[in-house]
């Protein structure tokens, strides 16, 4: 079965990809969509342009789709780009998000194609320790949530991030894996890359109560 990943270069992305590659399915395509709406209802925005060194690093093609990021329309853009594709399913990296879910569900049927949600519905604490614990760097790069200050930005998510994700769900009731949009992640390494991205420049961008660590310079190393 030949499948495309929907890919941000953020956890879930990466992760759910992951999985599908464990379970022996063929990933061909990496496909990302490029909105210039930064407050796009379902598609990942911070850094997006580094999924060009990600997709070397995983040695995956990718699929690159522009898009306004008008509601709904940012659909059919999808779906413009999954038509032309000789594959038999896709992979996305939905956790709780039934929007996003029920609508690539939506164009999946159109295409006649599967759609592969492997992460769905999963307890937020068990996987994002999962992920970490398999071998995922990972850090955060944008934030939008009460508790989550400048100081969250750059912060890789290891035990000690985690638990201090705990005590803010308790406290403010954000979504410890970060799927309500309360933060944004980037990938560095993962088993299933070849070279690992390290980020060289950067900068801190803050608006009122939410930011985004904008990238710079990052280059791929060999591991």
């Given at each position: 079965?030949?499948l495309?990943?929907?890919?941000s270069g953020?956890k879930?992305?990466?992760?759910a990809?992951?999985i599908?590659?464990?379970?022996g399915?063929?990933?061909?395509?990496?496909?990302?969509v490029?909105?210039?709406n930064?407050?796009?209802?379902m598609y990942?925005t911070?850094?997006?342009?580094?999924?060009d060194?990600?997709?070397?690093?995983?040695?995956?093609?990718?699929?690159?789709?522009?898009t306004?990021g008008e509601?709904?329309k940012?659909?059919d853009?999808?779906?413009?780009?999954?038509?032309?594709l000789?594959?038999?399913?896709?992979?996305?990296?939905?956790?709780?998000?039934?929007?996003?879910k029920?609508r690539?569900d939506?164009i999946?049927?159109?295409?006649?194609?599967?759609?592969?949600t492997?992460?769905w519905?999963?307890k937020?604490?068990?996987l994002i320790?999962e992920i970490?614990?398999?071998?995922?760097?990972?850090i955060i790069t944008?934030?939008?949530?009460?508790?989550?200050d400048?100081?969250?930005l750059?912060?890789?998510?290891?035990?000690?991030?985690?638990?201090?994700?705990?005590v803010l769900?308790?406290?403010?009731?954000i979504n410890?894996s970060?799927?309500?949009?309360?933060?944004?992640?980037?990938?560095?390494?993962?088993?299933?890359?070849?070279k690992?991205?390290?980020?060289?420049?950067y900068e801190?961008?803050?608006?009122?109560?939410?930011?985004?660590m904008?990238?710079?310079?990052?280059?791929?190393?060999?591991?």
């Open positions: 079965m030949k495309a990943s929907l890919f953020g879930d992305s990466v992760y990809l992951y599908m590659q464990q379970s399915y063929d990933v061909g395509h990496l496909v990302s490029f909105s210039e930064k407050y796009s209802y990942h911070p850094n997006i342009f580094l999924v060194m990600l997709s070397d690093a995983l040695n995956i093609q990718l699929i690159k789709k522009a306004k509601k709904e940012e659909i853009d999808l779906k413009d780009v999954l038509k032309t000789d594959i038999d399913g896709v992979v996305s990296g939905a956790i709780a998000s039934t929007y996003q029920t690539i939506k999946c049927t159109q295409l006649g194609i599967k759609s592969f492997p992460l519905r999963r937020q604490v068990e320790k970490t614990g398999n071998g995922f760097e990972v944008g934030v939008s949530a009460l508790g989550l400048e100081t969250w750059g912060r890789k998510i290891d035990e000690e991030c985690i638990k201090d994700l705990i769900n308790e406290k403010y009731k410890v970060g799927e309500g949009g309360e933060y944004e992640t980037l990938v560095l390494d993962s088993p299933n890359f070849r690992k991205l390290v980020i060289e420049d801190k961008i803050w608006e009122k109560d939410n930011g985004i904008n990238i710079k310079k990052a280059i791929l190393k060999e591991k």
